[in-house]
């Protein structure tokens, strides 16, 4: 495991900010309008990260050609939810941080055609900058935003800019 990017002070306060679009409101109002975005906009490609929202798409029978979980919820563990996947891999990616394994795992799940979930040992949080990067442009990455909703992320070349920038900002170790 080597690690890429280390999160920094400033970073973690303005990664609190959505980077994409909140939806407020309980898990079957968030569920029921996001449903309605993917019916409008029919994204090419649909990452899940956390637990929580990556069990309440399956649940809306929404399975995301990726998902994204640690097994944990507001940093408490949790069993290990039942998701759809063709293939699940495991990485190690410690919190605040991105690791070389945790990239390549996600590049391989986003070339591939089958459906895959990658289960990490530590936090995928900051994993959602890296699905922003490199899946599909109108693909949507979907989070939880604590206490708060969702957030969709609609992927396009403005968005990874933006990400590329904040990943420009971390300390990057090798």
């Known amino acids: 495991m080597i690690l890429q990017y280390v999160l920094s002070l400033e970073l973690r306060k303005k990664l609190k900010d959505p980077l994409g679009t909140l939806i407020r409101g309980s898990f079957d ?6 449903k309605g975005m993917v019916e409008k906009e029919k994204p090419p490609y649909i990452v899940s990260v956390g637990d929580t929202v990556s069990k309440n798409l399956a649940k809306n029978n ?4 990726l998902a994204i979980v640690d097994n944990r919820v507001m940093r408490k563990s949790v069993h290990p939810i039942p998701l759809t996947a063709d293939k699940t891999m495991s990485v190690n990616n410690p919190p605040g941080t991105i690791t070389s394994d945790a990239v390549a795992a996600i590049k391989e799940a986003i ?3 089958r459906r895959f979930k990658i289960a990490v040992d530590g936090e995928e949080d900051l994993l959602t900058l890296i699905a922003v990067l490199y899946a599909p442009e109108n693909s949507f990455v979907v989070y939880g935003q604590p206490h708060e909703g969702i957030v969709v992320v609609k992927v396009t070349q403005e968005k990874k800019a933006e990400v590329a920038e904040i990943l420009k900002a971390m300390e990057t170790v090798r």
């Not at 109002?29 to 996001?34: A, E, S, V």
């Not at 929404?62 to 050609?65: G, L, R, V, Y």
């Open 29 to 34: 109002k968030t569920m029921k309008q996001f």
């Open 62 to 65: 929404m399975h995301p050609q």
């Open 111 to 113: 070339k591939s055609d």
